[in-house]
């Protein structure tokens, strides 16, 4: 079964730092990938996907991630880190072949100090 | 803006009462999703319509869960009877198709605690 692992259930970075937030997938087939942010007591909102297009995908609000098959990684980053940014963030893939169900990891939760 | 409509924000009962939640999706979507977020945790599907059909219902614990969309549009979730852990965020979402190429969108979600 698919699945996808973010390492790191809490990251704490500085104001203006640089953003990483790790996802990894497991996968025979190229998935479908997707990060959406959660703030407290809300829904989701999908930041990016990838689609087996452009292999570095640009979201909202300055985030990007890379897929990287030979790692099978898609990474989430920001160059520079804002208040604003503070909030639970959630990798998903969806299974081939199963339309629109979304699989999550187990979330990271960002700090931003200022 | 238009979107998905979740009631109610809130929702307290005690054990071994029924419990139901509201979902209105996005006027045309027709797929509409239900999660569980246990705290802490990523979301679960519990189920998937498509139209007024259940397309997966596979990790729905029909024991006590139940889920309709009679005409298509909204929908309900009902637990009877609730247990303690059932207390989670209870996510509803809907997208225009089932193709990877539309997005689902989010509502805020029904926060349940069961005392």
């Known amino acids: 079964a698919q699945s996808v692992t973010q390492l790191g259930s809490h990251v704490s970075v500085s104001e203006g730092a640089l953003v990483l937030l790790r996802c990894n997938y497991s996968?025979?087939?190229?998935?479908?990938l997707f990060w959406y942010v959660q703030y407290p007591n809300q829904g989701l909102q999908l930041l990016l996907k990838?689609?087996?297009?452009?292999?570095l995908v640009k979201g909202i609000n300055g985030f990007e991630a890379e897929f990287k098959k030979s790692e099978t990684s898609f990474h989430l980053t920001k160059p520079s880190a804002h208040m604003s940014d503070a909030a639970e963030y959630f990798c998903?893939?969806?299974?081939?072949?199963?339309?629109?169900?979304?699989?999550f990891g187990q979330g990271t939760e960002l700090s931003v100090k200022p | 803006e238009a979107e998905v409509a979740q009631s109610p924000r809130y929702k307290i009962t005690e054990k071994s009462q029924a419990v139901a939640f509201w979902c209105d999706p996005i006027?045309?979507?027709?797929?509409l999703y239900w999660y569980r977020q246990i705290l802490g945790q990523g979301p679960e599907l519990l189920v998937q319509?498509?139209?007024?059909?259940?397309?997966?219902d596979s990790q729905l614990p029909k024991d006590r869960f139940s889920a309709e969309r009679l005409k298509g549009v909204d929908s309900t979730l009902k637990i009877q009877p609730a247990e303690l852990g059932d207390s989670a965020m209870y996510l509803c979402a809907s997208q225009r198709g089932s193709s990877l190429n539309t997005e689902a969108f989010f509502g805020q979600g029904t926060r349940l605690t069961v005392v």
């Open positions: 319509f498509q139209d007024e059909s259940v397309v997966d």
């Open positions: 998903a893939v969806t299974p081939y072949n199963q339309g629109g169900k979304l699989i």
């Open positions: 006027s045309g979507h027709a797929t």
């Open positions: 990838y689609t087996s297009a452009a292999t």
């Open positions: 996968s025979s087939v190229p998935p479908y």
